[in-house]
């Protein structure tokens, strides 16, 4: 009898092996989180903005066609640009495709060098106050914004930048928005000159620009971020915007706190 139930239990444990794959994270995408074509700089950041929870929790899958919004130093691309490689299609809208200054023009350069290496069809097109269309209107499966649209507001545009996005994607596409969180006891600043915003303004704006929202997730969630910095969420890492000063201290806080929030672009 004991060895029956042992049996029984067995067929069971393995019965539920493949759904239990079918249901984690996709192989190519843990095998491009692990890979070498991501900096060692980044992998550090891994424990903070979790990568391969995130974007499988938010649904982003081979074949889609995914718009990176000012991607910055390339922290997602170096894992969103090679997953869409052969089956779907990466584009990265950078802040300005023509610099004026030294050190945008540097940065750009060292961006579309990463990007080449990584996805060779990818593509770059320009994302700021003046633009009126990212990519052709209902063009994309997804609009991926990484802790950017505190600068929006700080620009004036946060408006038009959740109009563009919407406009961007397919019926049925998906905004996936992060951005460091605000005290909800505190109003928000509409220049968010701290860096930080409140969830719930996040969400009204996504809102006004037609989106409906679909979910959240606390993956972010830091109870240790005070958010009352004089220097605002660039004193904590990665930046330690205050150089040496009281560095471990922020070094324990870590990361800040934020929200990681889905929107979908009605079918109808």
């Keep these: 009898m004991?060895?029956?139930v042992r049996s029984l239990a067995l067929v069971?444990?393995?019965a539920s092996l493949p759904a239990l794959?079918?249901?984690g994270p996709d192989p190519k995408l843990k095998a491009l989180v692990d890979g070498s074509q991501r900096s060692a700089e980044f992998k550090a950041r891994d424990a903070a903005r979790k990568p391969l929870e995130a974007l499988s929790w938010a649904g982003v899958k081979q074949g889609q066609t995914v718009v990176e919004l000012w991607p910055s130093g390339g922290y997602w691309t170096e894992i969103l640009a090679p997953y869409e490689v052969g089956t779907g299609k990466y584009i990265a809208a950078v802040?300005?495709?023509n610099p004026t200054s030294d050190?945008?023009?540097e940065a750009l350069a060292k961006f579309t060098s990463k990007l080449q290496n990584l996805n060779d069809k990818a593509e770059v097109v320009e994302f700021n106050k003046d633009v009126e269309q990212i990519v052709a209107p209902g063009t994309a499966d997804v609009v991926f914004n990484g802790r950017n649209l505190h600068n929006w507001m700080g620009g004036g545009y946060a408006e038009k930048?959740?109009?563009?996005a919407f406009s961007a994607l397919k019926p049925g596409g998906i905004l996936i928005l992060e951005d460091h969180r605000a005290d909800t006891k505190k109003p928000q600043d509409p220049k968010a000159e701290n860096g930080y915003v409140r969830e719930d303004y996040a969400i009204a704006l996504a809102t006004k620009a037609g989106f409906k929202f679909s979910k959240k997730s606390e993956l972010y969630k830091n109870p240790r971020d005070t958010k009352d910095y004089e220097k605002g969420v660039w004193t904590l890492p990665p930046t330690f915007v205050l150089k040496d000063v009281d560095k471990a201290k922020y070094e324990a806080i870590g990361e800040s706190d934020c929200f990681l929030l889905v929107f979908v672009k009605p079918k109808k």
Excluded: I
Excluded at 161 to 164: C, G, R, T, V
């Design 2 to 4: 004991r060895a029956l």
């Design 95 to 97: 802040g300005s495709k």
């Design 103 to 105: 050190r945008g023009k």
């Design 12 to 14: 069971a444990t393995l």
């Design 161 to 164: 930048a959740m109009q563009l």
């Design 21 to 23: 794959a079918a249901n």
